[in-house]
């Protein structure tokens, strides 16, 4: 319990099957099984003597790969912007392969932002840290990371100065089914287009924007303004439900949405993707965390040439 240590490997037979010749497991255990290049996971149970784990083939060209949604969240204090946001990525290939390459999903940062830290999380797996590579492109990015069968979510945390109003026009890298913008409902939100967004209704202490016409090339051009703060607190009261989205328990989860209200009063087209923002609400703590580190850190280096040149 206090770190991971590999204590066996084994190659499986053309049947898949194996065994480690290792004593009883007095904890929980990790099995790992590399195909293809790709690792897949599965935790061994106290007491437990087999273990099932799937893995897939993988190639560097997948069909069946799409976008589920692009949530955004945004907040400010003082002149600074803070954002995370989580991309959901579908990857329904039949018969089930992963996708694995050098740029498995790449995105495009809004002018002048500073990327601050970034997690990938595979289906039914948990968050870890993951460093996408910049492109020639200005911020342009792209993760190496595998997309299995399933949904894979890439959530990435960035903050860029604001002077109480900053204008976006979001350049989409692949088509969604939406685009969601998270605000504190202090901030405003203009969109260019009228037509290309709707608000999700009983949000309180939020402003919810959602466009059904993510599409890369689309203009989803708006303007914000103001500033405010989407407290901590409301994002640790959904934490189970969180948790549960986290894990994969979105699609049948009919808890209620606490304060972002009950799923069923939303319109059908839009209640799925109140998961993806409370799922967004609980990670972006994460993101939170490295945005306020990576400053603590900036402060620090500046104290200290200040007391240099003093």
Do not use: C
């Not at 009983?202 to 059904?212: K, M, T």
């Not at 405010?228 to 009919?254: P, T, V």
């Amino acid at each position: 319990m206090g770190g991971m240590a590999e204590i066996a490997t084994v190659k499986a037979d053309a049947q898949g099957r194996f065994k480690f010749d290792t004593p009883a497991a007095q904890g929980p255990r990790l099995v790992r099984a590399e195909k293809g290049g790709v690792n897949y996971f599965k935790m061994l149970t106290p007491g437990a003597t087999t273990i099932d784990v799937t893995v897939y083939d993988a190639a560097a060209a997948v069909e069946g790969i799409s976008g589920a949604a692009d949530v955004v969240r945004m907040q400010s204090e003082g002149s600074t912007l803070q954002a995370t946001e989580l991309f959901a990525i579908k990857n329904e290939s039949k018969p089930p392969r992963t996708l694995a390459s050098a740029k498995t999903f790449e995105f495009v940062l809004p002018e002048g932002a500073e990327l601050d830290g970034a997690d990938a999380q595979a289906p039914n797996g948990q968050p870890i840290a993951a460093k996408p590579v910049a492109a020639k492109e200005k911020n342009h990015y792209a993760f190496s990371f595998a997309i299995k069968p399933g949904e894979t979510r890439f959530q990435i945390a960035y903050h860029l100065p604001y002077g109480g109003k900053a204008s976006f026009s979001p350049r989409l890298t692949r088509d969604f089914e939406h685009y969601v913008l998270v605000l504190p409902a202090s901030m405003t939100f203009t969109p260019r287009d009228t037509t290309q967004f709707e608000a999700m209704t009983n949000q309180p202490g939020s402003s919810v924007q959602v466009s059904r016409r993510a599409r890369a090339g689309e203009d989803l051009s708006y303007a914000i303004a103001g500033t405010g703060m989407i407290l901590d607190e409301e994002a640790g009261a959904q934490g189970g439900a969180s948790s549960a989205a986290s894990s994969g328990a979105l699609a049948d989860d009919n808890r209620p949405g606490g304060g972002l209200g009950k799923p069923i009063d939303a319109p059908d087209g839009l209640a799925k993707y109140r998961w993806y923002i409370l799922t967004l609400l609980m990670l972006v703590l994460v993101g939170g965390g490295i945005w306020t580190r990576e400053r603590t850190l900036r402060e620090k280096a500046e104290e200290g040439r200040g007391a240099r040149e003093f």
